[in-house]
C-alpha cells in the first residue's frame, strides 16, 4: 500500500534562515510523483514543487528546493531564507503512475516562522 | 488566469438535510477530483472525472454521496442526509490530465461543512 509519513507534527525557524519538512513515502512502484503543498489558514492548497521518480536532479522552485533520496524513500523541502509569509501547514504527496490520479497525502506539517 | 473556484465556502447544515457544491476548474484541464480533510490530517482522497468520465471512487465516498460532471465542465458533489461525520473542508482540484505521475493537481479554496 502507498503510504507518506511526515513526522514533525510542528516546527519553529527564525526568519531569514533555512529550514527543512521531512517526508518519507513508501510504495512498491517504479513510477511515481512527489508533492509538496502549502496550506495556509485560509484553507487554499498552494502547490509548491514537483518530483519525479525517474528525475535524477533534485527539483528546485525559487526559495523551494526538494532533497530526492530514492534509496532512502524520502523527499524532504527545504525552504530557504524563511520569510513570515512561510508560516502555514506543508503537506506531502504522492502519485502512483498506475494507481489512477489520485494523490496520497501525508499529515502535515505546521511551520512558524519567527520574527 | 482563472483558478479553481468553489460554492460555497462555507455551508452549516442540520443533520440529515441533503447538500450540494459546486466546483468550477481551470478551463483547459480535463481532469476534476475531489478530496475530504478533516481537521488536523491531510486530504483524503474521494473520486475523479475525467471529462465526464467518473473514472475511480473511494471506499470513503459512501452512497450517501454522488458526484457528477455532466458537462465535462463544472462539478458537484452532493451529500444526502447529512451526519454530524460529514463535517469537513470538501476540496477540489483540477489538472490537465496527461496521465504522467507529474501532472498537477490544483486546488480551490474548498467548502468548509459543518453539521449541526
Known amino acids: 500500500a502507498q503510504k507518506i509519513t511526515q513526522t514533525q507534527p510542528g516546527m519553529f525557524v527564525q526568519e531569514k534562515e533555512a529550514v527543512t519538512l521531512d517526508c518519507t513515502y513508501d510504495?512498491?512502484?517504479?513510477?511515481?510523483?512527489l508533492f509538496w503543498y502549502k496550506q495556509p489558514s485560509s484553507g487554499e492548497m498552494i502547490f509548491l514543487i514537483y518530483?519525479?521518480?525517474?528525475?535524477?536532479q533534485n527539483a528546485t522552485e525559487g526559495r523551494y528546493s526538494l532533497n530526492f533520496q530514492k534509496a532512502r524513500k524520502s523527499a524532504n523541502l527545504v525552504i530557504s531564507a524563511s520569510q513570515l509569509g512561510d508560516s502555514a501547514m506543508y503537506f506531502c504527496?504522492?502519485?502512483?503512475?498506475?494507481?489512477?490520479?489520485?494523490?496520497?497525502f501525508g499529515q502535515g506539517t505546521e511551520l512558524s516562522v519567527k520574527p | 488566469d482563472t483558478g479553481v473556484s468553489q460554492n460555497p465556502r462555507h455551508k452549516i447544515t442540520k443533520r440529515g438535510q441533503n447538500v450540494t457544491f459546486r466546483c468550477d476548474p481551470i478551463?483547459?484541464?480535463?481532469?476534476l477530483y475531489w478530496y475530504r480533510q478533516t481537521l488536523g490530517q491531510g486530504p483524503e482522497f474521494l473520486t475523479y472525472?475525467?471529462?465526464?468520465?467518473?473514472?475511480?471512487k473511494s471506499r470513503l465516498l459512501s452512497d450517501r454521496f454522488s458526484a457528477e460532471r455532466p458537462k465535462g465542465s463544472f462539478s458537484t458533489l452532493e451529500i444526502q442526509r447529512t451526519e454530524q461525520g460529514d463535517s469537513a473542508m470538501y476540496l477540489c482540484?483540477?489538472?490537465?490530465?496527461?496521465?504522467?505521475?507529474?501532472?498537477?493537481?490544483?486546488f480551490g479554496p474548498g467548502t468548509r461543512l459543518t453539521v449541526l
Open positions: 504527496a504522492m502519485r502512483v503512475y498506475n494507481q489512477g490520479g489520485k494523490l496520497i
Open positions: 472525472f475525467q471529462n465526464e468520465a467518473q473514472l475511480e
Open positions: 482540484a483540477s489538472s490537465l490530465g496527461t496521465g504522467h505521475p507529474g501532472d498537477t493537481q490544483y
Open positions: 518530483q519525479g521518480s525517474y528525475d535524477e
Open positions: 510504495t512498491s512502484d517504479q513510477s511515481y510523483g
Open positions: 478551463s483547459e484541464h480535463n481532469r
